[in-house]
């Protein structure tokens, strides 16, 4: 597939079709990290979401965008750019609903390439992920987003704040993706995940 800049310190291009994991430790790390990956996308006539969660909210992440790029609002006035609370994405409906979810993805990589757009770059943060039943749940999901999506003008990059991963949730989500990105200094390296993936389990 065509590859893409990402716009990430130290991490060059990227696929469509890929699903890319980082896990963080600060606001500011994930700022570092989503910002400028933001920013490349809308640089590049790409469709992009931000879904935030805590510790970075909506109007967080709008002016550290807007510090990087001036023009940020134009991309919101001209829907080129979401920015979203996790309540309204992944628990709209006050519950996770997967198959929702994966679906509503799909309809903005439709919605996208009618409007003329390149693509859809995408980044959201599970920081809500709880109890055991909320991690399988969530591990469903992303294994059917990962077999979802290879095959569309899509990117993606999941940020997991590490602070609410065991070592299971960890071995889990590096499962479900096709690369791991870490924080070393004051950029990211990647790190290449072999396939085979797990199968995708039913969304039901």
Aim: one cysteine or more.
């Amino acid at each position: 597939m065509e590859k893409r800049r990402t716009g990430i310190p130290g991490i060059g291009g990227a696929g469509w079709g890929e699903h890319i994991c980082a896990f963080f430790y600060t606001k500011d790390e994930l700022l570092k990290l989503t910002v400028p990956y933001i920013k490349a996308g809308l640089e590049d006539n790409e469709f992009c979401m931000w879904i935030t969660g805590d510790p970075v909210t909506e109007n967080d992440a709008f002016q550290a965008l807007e510090q990087v790029l001036p023009g940020a609002h134009q991309y919101l006035g001209n829907k080129q750019l979401e920015i979203l609370p996790h309540t309204q994405w992944y628990l709209s409906s006050g519950i996770f609903d997967s198959k929702r979810v994966l679906d509503n993805w799909l309809s903005k990589a439709r919605h996208a390439q009618a409007r003329g757009f390149a693509g859809v770059r995408i980044t959201g943060n599970p920081f809500w992920l709880g109890c055991e039943q909320d991690w399988e749940e969530f591990g469903a999901y992303e294994q059917a987003v990962t077999h979802s999506i290879c095959n569309e003008r899509v990117l993606a990059l999941c940020t997991y704040p590490i602070q609410i991963c065991k070592i299971t949730h960890v071995m889990q989500t590096l499962s479900f993706h096709e690369s791991a990105l870490i924080a070393h200094n004051e950029s990211w390296q990647r790190h290449a995940i072999p396939p085979p993936y797990t199968p995708p389990l039913p969304l039901t």
